[in-house]
């Protein structure tokens, strides 16, 4: 019912930047909410921020000042820019939305992901 896709990721130096961008389609009724979350090599997949409609957006204590999301609701579209990158950011970014197709109650989308990789 409902397809995420992500991109901008790539191989960035310390310090450096990069714009997520992740595009929701399909047979989209609402979104509650969209966001990023991350999993690194040998580790668990953690959030990384998550914006609520209508609300607030959360964000891991790990990446406050640095990462931004934003959403274009109009183009069903969520974005996280990332600056001041740090080798530990390295990890495959996944798109999430939590969102309701029409006839069908709310679930969980994920997206393929999108590696980003920070050298030191």
């Known amino acids: 019912q409902v397809h995420l896709m992500e991109s901008g990721g790539g191989l960035v130096q310390t310090g450096g930047s990069l714009r997520l961008s992740c595009a929701a389609s399909?047979?989209?009724?609402?979104?509650?909410?969209m966001g990023w979350y991350r999993q690194a090599p040998g580790k668990q997949r953690e959030l990384v921020a998550n914006m609520i409609t209508g609300s607030s957006t959360d964000y891991a204590a790990s990446v406050k000042g640095r990462f931004t999301v934003s959403r274009d609701d109009a183009k069903n579209a969520v974005y996280l820019q990332m600056d001041g990158l740090k080798p530990e950011d390295t990890a495959v970014y996944y798109c999430?939305?939590?969102?309701?197709?029409?006839?069908?109650?709310?679930?969980?989308?994920w997206g393929q992901g999108t590696q980003v990789t920070v050298s030191s």
């Open positions: 999430n939305g939590r969102i309701r197709a029409w006839y069908v109650d709310e679930d969980d989308y």
């Open positions: 399909g047979n989209i009724f609402s979104i509650k909410s």
